[in-house]
């Protein structure tokens, strides 16, 4: 198992995986996964779960308009208290795109396309990309000037 700098663990093919239903559009601003863990969290994550009946619950959150993803656990505890939501900090880009490709697997794409289609949200995100393009284009933002 390879592991981080930290000496945590890093996620591989195999480690997570997502059910057909737990993907959710939430506020129309993202999109959220419950993600099963196959793997020692304990070692991942830093935790102690093993020495008690503790267990973790693991998530994606997806933000279409930025491109963005995180990655955030809850500990449960024996006596039933549940975490604080605990941010992973460290999730590599390997591991982001681990997790993308398991949400694409399940159908991302198609519910990006439904928020498109559906939320307020949905029509800034593309009123705001073809305008950057124009935007860009007018100003010859991103362009090399010196040779025009």
């Keep these: 198992m390879l592991q981080n700098k930290k000496g945590r663990w890093i996620l591989q093919e195999g480690d997570i995986r997502i059910g057909p239903d737990d993907m959710q559009i939430d506020d129309w601003k993202t999109i959220s996964t419950y993600l099963e863990t196959w793997f020692d969290v304990d070692k991942r994550f830093g935790t102690f779960t093993r020495r008690f009946a503790d267990y973790v619950n693991f998530y994606a ?44 697997r399940e159908g991302l794409d198609e519910l990006i396309q439904e928020m498109r289609k559906e939320s307020f949200p949905g029509i800034l995100f593309e009123w705001l990309k073809n305008g950057v393009k124009q935007m860009r284009s007018k100003f010859n933002i991103g362009r090399d000037v010196t040779n025009a």
């Design 61 to 104: 959150i997806y933000y279409p308009l930025t491109r963005r993803i995180k990655a955030v656990y809850f500990i449960h505890y024996e006596d039933g208290t549940v975490s604080d939501e605990v941010k992973v900090r460290d999730l590599m880009r390997s591991e982001k795109k681990l997790i993308l490709s398991e949400m694409r």
